[in-house]
């Protein structure tokens, strides 16, 4: 039993000793070659401890030491919320490209690595800031438009019904509410604004137009009114006017007959 134990770890060194590859590093040092697997037979990489900084925080990484920068990178897009792409890393005052891998640049464990971000990220972030910033005020301004809309919207509701049910309408007041809305409309018009804020602009912009037309429709239908009235006015007057006209004939057509009897009678 005792023979056959031993041949037994014998021929696992073995194993180990031809699973194992050896490969010279820049400087000529001989180091164990890298062997990603998960058989029994390959030796995996050992894991190194290292701290990565980035402006006043500190991440604390643990990876295979024959991991590349880009994975480095991966992995701090989930801490950092900073994406691969807009990430610089420097190790001992040099930035390292994606493909490097850590331990052929030198990176053990108590190692520290710098994460920048790149000008260009900060500069599209800063663009980004100022442009959501001034959707936000473009939006408020058209809410401050919608709210007095909404006042006016409400005499012009009132006008209508009254209009529907017969009620005199004084021009005056139609006139001001149109002028009143035509000043909201120009401040629509002023507004400069992306997204959402441009969508509730359009939409504002529509419902005023709507109201003026309402208004329109309103004029016209007092101004025919009016119409109508006038039209019936001159046609008694031309009654009238005929009526006088028969009576002053007949009067006349009289006159002269009874003047005739008079002359015959003397």
Not at 153 to 181: C, F, P
Not at 238 to 264: A, C, M, N, P, R
Request: glycine share 6%; aromatic share 4%; net charge positive.
């Amino acid at each position: 039993m005792m023979k056959t134990s031993k041949r037994s770890k014998q021929k696992a060194s073995q194993e180990i000793e031809v699973a194992i590859d050896w490969e010279v590093r820049p400087g000529g040092m001989l180091v164990q070659k890298r062997v990603v697997g998960s058989d029994p037979g390959c030796v995996t990489a050992p894991i190194i401890k290292f701290k990565v900084s980035h402006e006043s925080y500190h991440h604390h990484i643990s990876l295979p030491s024959h991991s590349t920068f880009g994975d480095l990178k991966k992995i701090l897009a989930r801490e950092t919320n900073l994406e691969a792409k807009d990430q610089r890393l420097l190790f001992r005052g040099k930035e390292k490209g994606d493909d490097e891998h850590l331990d052929m640049a030198g990176v053990k464990d108590m190692s520290k690595v710098i994460l920048l971000e790149d000008p260009a990220s900060k500069e599209r972030k800063l663009v980004d800031k100022n442009k959501n910033h001034g959707n936000l005020q473009a939006y408020d301004a058209v809410m401050k438009v919608r709210n007095e809309v909404d006042k006016l919207s409400d005499k012009v509701a009132g006008l209508e019904t009254s209009a529907k049910n017969g009620i005199k309408i004084v021009e005056k007041e139609v006139e001001v509410l149109t002028e009143l809305l035509m000043k909201e409309l120009l401040k629509l018009d002023g507004i400069e604004a992306e997204g959402e804020a441009k969508t509730q602009r359009r939409i504002e912009v529509h419902r005023v137009q709507r109201f003026v037309d309402i208004l329109d429709s309103l004029k016209l239908i007092k101004s025919k009114n009016h119409s109508d009235k006038r039209v019936a006015a001159v046609t008694i007057t031309e009654k009238w006017e005929t009526f006088e006209s028969g009576i002053g004939s007949h009067v006349h057509q009289t006159s002269t007959k009874i003047t005739k009897d008079w002359e015959q009678f003397d």
